[in-house]
């Protein structure tokens, strides 16, 4: 059974930097590829960053390209989500996904969510 769980969110000014982590717990981490995602209310889950299981390749969604950086720790089994110049259209609940595939750039989750963490950017 794999849980996920994120942290690292918080409340900061358009500009400012936050790095989110997520802990997995269960088995062969280092055989997955890990992503994140974000969601706002009334909206859809949407993808944000992936990485390969070894972290060897990384994708993006094109707003957060340039600003976001993912990486992972195998000997860790955690994986991170460093984010920098952050704009108020970052703004979300962050959540942490294993991914079943990454297809066309982006990661597919599997239906197995953590409670996620907040992120509030204000203007």
């Known amino acids: 059974q794999v849980r996920l769980v994120e942290s690292g969110g918080g409340l900061v000014q358009a500009g400012d930097s936050l790095r989110l982590s997520c802990a997995f717990s269960?088995?062969?981490?280092?055989?997955?590829?890990m992503g994140w995602f974000r969601q706002t209310p009334g909206k859809e889950r949407e993808f944000v960053a992936a990485?390969?299981?070894?972290?060897?390749?990384?994708y993006y969604v094109d707003s957060a390209k340039g600003r976001f950086t993912i990486s992972r720790d195998n000997a860790k089994n955690a994986v991170y989500l460093q984010m920098n110049s952050l704009k108020p259209e970052d703004t979300a609940v962050y959540y942490c996904?294993?991914?079943?595939?990454?297809?066309?750039?982006?990661?597919?989750?599997?239906?197995?969510w953590g409670q996620g963490t907040q992120v509030t950017v204000s203007s």
């Open positions: 990485v390969t299981w070894s972290g060897g390749a990384t």
């Open positions: 269960g088995r062969a981490f280092d055989t997955y590829a």
């Open positions: 996904a294993v991914c079943t595939v990454i297809r066309a750039g982006e990661c597919i989750p599997y239906n197995n």
